[in-house]
């Protein structure tokens, strides 16, 4: 049997140091399994691997030592479970997330919905070269956005209402930004220096603080072989409409502007920031 | 912005500069138990990573923050209404 190799790795079987045998990708979606799928997964991996997994660094599972005359027989007892294969090579990889604001106290976005919807979108789209999206629910950025090709991380757009405001102070202190400051009965925001991190509106007692969900996406980030983070090019915005106009935008450059085997950073950079950013703009005012 | 003191009475105070984080916020618990609901708590803490979280904390707890005050020496105090279970 003459196994087509390119195939297989597009369909998560990565090839391992010993012959004929296989670490498979499943697919994860924003860091979550279900019961169901992690007993399939243990299932998979007692009959056919050596009975663990392996957790990558970006939220993935793969399952080592699959041979490779067992290939068909696993993907259908992984179907079968509710478990898909993950996809490797020049595609749009596992969007990872954290918890975000439906679990953590912290969060100001939600953010499984969100990398499930951006997974149905891209998930295993090719394209120049890999490309990875990572969802954070705030600026604690437990998911480091900024590693990621796409970034997204909530934000809170954050309004200061007087009538609720009893003036106890703690907000002043809240802001690691140094962005509040009282005065003559008022609590005054700088905005230059607000991030959005909306521990404001986490703090406030009476709720005085009033905060709206917000994205604020980087673009260009990377953290294997070279190391970049990625760059802020809009300001945070409300809406998710939004948001897929100006993901669609940054992917349609990337396929558009790169040399095959160029990861999204280089191609931006070679091709100039500003390029991008009128592309990212055009898209953000509505016009792609 | 000490009118507070005619606003409410201070059933115990709580000193929480000597802990660092999360025994801070363990301490402050511990010293909200002590207490009878609607009773106030004076706890002091110090400038900096206590007194960015502590209030939040005890706000997540489901207490009552009446006021924050600089003392002006590097601490702050915190007033918090203890609430019911
Ligand atoms: S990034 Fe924010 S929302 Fe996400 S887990 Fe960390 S603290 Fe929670
Ligand atoms: S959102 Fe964050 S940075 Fe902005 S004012 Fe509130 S606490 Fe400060
Ligand atoms: S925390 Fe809320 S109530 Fe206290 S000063 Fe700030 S806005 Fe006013």
């Given at each position: 049997?003459?196994a087509?190799y390119?195939?297989?790795?597009k369909g998560g079987?990565?090839?391992?140091v010993q012959k004929?045998?296989?670490s498979?990708r499943?697919?994860v979606?924003?860091?979550?399994?279900?019961?169901e799928q992690?007993?399939?997964v243990?299932?998979?991996?007692?009959?056919f691997?050596?009975?663990?997994v392996?957790?990558?660094?970006?939220?993935?599972?793969?399952?080592p030592?699959?041979?490779?005359e067992?290939?068909?027989?696993v993907?259908?007892?992984l179907?079968?479970?509710g478990?898909?294969t993950?996809?490797?090579g020049?595609?749009?990889?596992?969007?990872t997330?954290?918890?975000g604001a439906?679990?953590?106290p912290?969060?100001?976005?939600?953010t499984?919905?969100?990398?499930?919807?951006?997974s149905?979108r891209y998930?295993?789209?090719?394209?120049?070269?890999k490309?990875?999206f990572?969802v954070?629910?705030?600026?604690?950025?437990?998911?480091k956005?900024?590693?990621?090709?796409?970034?997204?991380?909530?934000?809170?757009i954050?309004?200061?209402?007087?009538?609720?405001?009893?003036l106890?102070?703690?907000c002043?202190?809240?802001?690691?930004?140094?962005?509040?400051?009282?005065?003559d009965?008022e609590?005054?925001i700088?905005t230059?220096?607000?991030?959005?991190?909306?521990?404001?509106?986490?703090?406030c007692?009476?709720?005085?603080?009033?905060g709206?969900?917000?994205?604020?996406?980087s673009?260009g980030?990377?953290?294997?072989?070279?190391?970049a983070?990625?760059?802020?090019?809009?300001?945070?915005?409300?809406?998710?409409?939004?948001?897929?106009?100006?993901?669609?935008?940054?992917?349609?450059?990337?396929?558009?502007h790169?040399?095959?085997?160029e990861?999204?950073?280089?191609?931006?950079?070679?091709?100039g920031w500003?390029?991008f950013e009128?592309?990212?703009q055009e898209a953000y005012?509505?016009?792609? | 912005?000490?009118?507070h003191?005619?606003?409410?009475?201070?059933?115990?105070t709580?000193?929480?500069?000597?802990?660092?984080?999360?025994?801070?916020?363990?301490?402050a618990?511990?010293?909200?138990?002590e207490l009878?609901?609607?009773?106030?708590?004076?706890?002091?803490m110090?400038?900096?990573?206590?007194?960015q979280?502590?209030?939040?904390?005890?706000?997540?707890?489901?207490?009552?923050?009446?006021k924050?005050?600089d003392?002006a020496?590097?601490?702050y105090?915190?007033?918090?209404?203890?609430?019911g279970?």
């Amino acid at each position: 049997m003459e196994a087509d190799y390119a195939a297989l790795k597009k369909g998560g079987f990565m090839r391992q140091v010993q012959k004929n045998r296989f670490s498979l990708r499943l697919k994860v979606v924003g860091g979550n399994l279900t019961a169901e799928q992690i007993e399939t997964v243990a299932r998979v991996s007692r009959a056919f691997g050596k009975g663990y997994v392996h957790l990558t660094s970006r939220q993935g599972v793969e399952i080592p030592f699959i041979r490779l005359e067992d290939v068909n027989a696993v993907q259908e007892a992984l179907r079968a479970g509710g478990v898909d294969t993950g996809v490797c090579g020049p595609r749009v990889r596992t969007v990872t997330a954290c918890q975000g604001a439906s679990v953590c106290p912290s969060g100001c976005i939600e953010t499984s919905e969100l990398a499930a919807e951006i997974s149905a979108r891209y998930y295993g789209r090719t394209l120049p070269h890999k490309f990875k999206f990572g969802v954070t629910g705030c600026q604690n950025n437990c998911l480091k956005a900024e590693e990621n090709d796409v970034g997204v991380k909530g934000a809170y757009i954050v309004r200061w209402c007087k009538e609720d405001c009893s003036l106890c102070g703690v907000c002043l202190k809240a802001c690691r930004e140094g962005a509040l400051s009282a005065a003559d009965g008022e609590i005054v925001i700088d905005t230059a220096r607000c991030n959005n991190c909306g521990r404001c509106v986490k703090s406030c007692p009476t709720d005085a603080w009033r905060g709206e969900s917000a994205y604020l996406l980087s673009f260009g980030g990377m953290f294997g072989n070279k190391i970049a983070r990625g760059r802020s090019v809009l300001p945070a915005f409300r809406d998710k409409d939004t948001l897929f106009r100006v993901t669609d935008a940054a992917l349609n450059f990337f396929d558009a502007h790169a040399n095959d085997g160029e990861r999204f950073r280089v191609a931006v950079e070679r091709g100039g920031w500003d390029s991008f950013e009128h592309a990212v703009q055009e898209a953000y005012n509505g016009k792609a | 912005m000490e009118k507070h003191k005619a606003e409410f009475s201070i059933a115990a105070t709580e000193d929480i500069t000597d802990a660092v984080c999360p025994l801070t916020f363990v301490r402050a618990k511990a010293a909200l138990e002590e207490l009878e609901a609607g009773d106030v708590l004076a706890l002091r803490m110090n400038d900096g990573e206590p007194v960015q979280n502590v209030p939040r904390s005890v706000k997540e707890e489901g207490h009552k923050i009446l006021k924050l005050t600089d003392n002006a020496d590097g601490t702050y105090t915190l007033f918090v209404r203890k609430t019911g279970e």
